[in-house]
């Protein structure tokens, strides 16, 4: 792919990311940033390539760290946007706690 | 110029595909209900890109690329990549295989584990650290491709890294350490490893504005010279070592407080150093992702900015609340009024809509259980009750929302300030619990306030305001004094939050 031809990509992707960035509702918020969190862990594809190529022994240390970096990043990230995302789904029902419910909710 | 990198079309396509699955992933947060697919497409579309990037360069497995230029001369024969190139015999090379896999499980183990023990409070630091891994990750790998240019097929006919290349992996390098550096102090800021306090060094602007230029300058000069292959220019390395002090320098200065606005400020970061590997790599997966994540954290740093009426650059100039902690003494005590925990649950009681205000110190003091506690129990005594959040309560974006979900608060009852503002009004009892410069009036009326022009709750409306405080000593986090505690209305609660509100609770249940 030529430069412009990623540019041109990358530029669009911009308005995307605006756009959608700005429809999550800032209840969640903190999943978002740990949710970014993980996909830019797509730096892996980079530490793969290091890891797996020949010619250079350093280079394929740094990328087998970097794997294992960007990892912890994306199992992390995955599972604590999961486990918080889950916290939002018990609210779907009432309660136990409550015996009444409550008129107030909108 | 470029090389010859014949990319096999469906391998474009899988990382075109992971690239929408992340796009997809955040606009699954639009709405809790579709939330959890959408970090199930996350997940799928990591999935997709680990695997492709696998099968394409672990040497002798599927689609089987020789150093970079992918399917030029397929080993074993097979087609050549027009066609879809499978090795004749498929043989990969077991040994990457199993270095790769050890490296993703020992990561894997250490992020799964942290991801489940960790506590909902802390959720800021653990976002920074996974922050200062992109950061580090992409410093690792812009490294790599400097040492083994080959690999990555950014090779230029002359044996040198091509000139786009090197702009690209420079700046990748460069905020990817500006990112790694940042968050580490964002982290230990936040941790309490180090004091949330602005560490104000002479002449930092100067600094930090020369050290970013001589970056930029040395990127330059790294891409115009003669000879770029490792061990041949030490450009690239000093580009890093000043990115890695910048990124130092620039998070020092910024209090505690302002944490939000960083925290947004390196996400964003995060993104940009993946994007800019993704120009060097000319991958899809990555620039698709690199640019929303960038564009997400500057998103959401605006929205920060927004919910404290300041702008971008002050905050970034950091400072903020230093000059305070002098001034805070000398003033003479005004009168207030001091309430015990009946006082508050009889009036609570009494209440017919109340509103919880929370707060960082509500994070701190822990008390996010307690409080759903006592909203359950005013909800059985027929009391309407509504959660208000600030944008910038806490230390990261929706940090209360997330606390509050914790605790089982449903999120029809968790309002955003300008949607409960107007309710105050009709509000019996405004409940603050480690919230301070939020409802601080003086936002509205004291032009010579440092927090003037900040959206604030109009607690002084409502009938009564609790104020659950742990002493009439510490003032917020702006250093300013706060009027709302003096009002004839006001009742101050005088303890820990989360001892206050258990204690309410049990007055609550007699």
């Known amino acids: 792919m030529d430069f412009i031809s990623i540019l041109s990509i990358f530029v669009l992707a911009c308005f995307v990311g605006y756009y959608v960035v700005w429809s999550v509702t800032p209840a969640l918020h903190t999943p978002l940033m740990s949710v970014t969190n993980a996909i830019s862990s797509v730096i892996v594809v980079g530490a793969l390539i290091a890891s797996a190529a020949a010619g250079s022994a350093s280079s394929k240390w740094f990328g087998l760290v970097a794997v294992a970096l960007a990892s912890v990043n994306i199992f992390g990230g995955f599972a604590v946007t999961a486990r918080m995302l889950a916290m939002y789904k018990k609210k779907e029902r009432p309660a136990p706690k409550t015996p009444v419910e409550s008129q107030g909710a909108k | ?510």
């Open chain 2, 1 to 510: 110029m470029e090389p010859t990198v014949t990319v096999n079309p469906w391998v474009a396509v899988a990382y075109l595909a992971s690239g929408v699955l992340f796009i997809l992933a955040l606009r699954g947060l639009s709405s809790p209900a579709t939330s959890r697919t959408g970090n199930r497409f996350g997940m799928i579309g990591m999935l997709i890109a680990v695997v492709t990037t696998l099968v394409t360069h672990v040497p002798g497995s599927l689609l089987n690329p020789t150093q970079g230029t992918l399917c030029s001369h397929p080993v074993g024969g097979g087609t050549n990549c027009h066609g879809f190139t499978y090795a004749a015999a498929f043989a990969p090379d077991w040994t990457t295989i199993v270095e790769i896999l050890i490296a993703i499980a020992i990561g894997g183990t250490i992020g799964f584990i942290t991801a489940r023990k960790i506590q909902m409070t802390a959720m800021p630091q653990l976002v920074a650290a996974f922050h200062s891994l992109v950061g580090l990750a992409a410093v690792l790998v812009a490294v790599a491709a400097f040492l083994n240019p080959g690999a990555f097929g950014i090779l230029g006919a002359d044996g040198n890294i091509l000139t786009v290349s090197r702009i690209e992996m420079s700046l990748g390098a460069a905020i990817g350490a500006i990112t790694f550096s940042g968050s580490v102090i964002a982290f230990a800021k936040l941790n309490g490893n180090m004091s949330g306090a602005p560490i104000i060094l002479p002449a930092r602007h100067v600094i930090n504005l020369g050290t970013l230029a001589a970056i930029l300058v040395l990127t330059g000069m790294f891409a115009a010279s003669a000879h770029a292959g490792p061990g041949e220019n030490n450009l690239f390395w000093i580009v890093i070592a000043l990115s890695f002090a910048i990124g130092f320098l620039l998070i020092i200065p910024i209090g505690g407080a302002d944490m939000p606005v960083v925290v947004s400020m390196l996400n964003s970061y995060s993104g940009w150093a993946a994007a800019a590997m993704g120009f060097t790599l000319h991958n899809t997966a990555m620039i698709i992702t690199g640019a929303l994540v960038g564009s997400s954290g500057a998103i959401l740093s605006y929205i920060m900015c927004r919910a404290m009426n300041r702008s971008f650059i002050s905050v970034i100039a950091g400072g903020f609340g230093a000059a305070s902690a002098v001034g805070g003494e000398a003033k003479e005590q005004r009168p207030y009024k001091r309430g015990s925990a009946e006082d508050a649950a009889f009036l609570l009681k009494e209440a017919e809509n109340v509103i919880i205000i929370p707060g960082y110190g509500m994070a701190v003091a822990q008390a996010q259980h307690v409080l759903r506690e006592m909203g359950d129990i005013l909800k059985a005594h027929g009391v309407n009750v509504k959660y208000a959040i600030h944008p910038v309560a806490g230390r990261m974006p929706g940090h209360m929302n997330v606390l509050l979900a914790e605790a089982n608060v449903p999120y029809d009852e968790v309002f955003e300030l300008e949607d409960i503002n107007h309710e105050f009004s009709q509000c019996d009892v405004a409940f603050i619990i480690g919230a301070n410069d939020v409802v601080n009036p003086a936002a509205k009326t004291d032009k010579s306030s440092p927090i003037y022009g900040m959206p604030v709750f109009d607690v002084e409306k409502a009938k009564t305001i609790m104020f659950i405080k742990r002493s009439m000593s510490g003032v917020g986090y702006s250093g300013v004094d706060n009027d709302v505690f003096y009002l004839d209305q006001t009742m101050m609660l005088l303890a820990d939050a989360k001892k206050m509100v258990e204690e309410i609770n049990k007055a609550l249940a007699d």
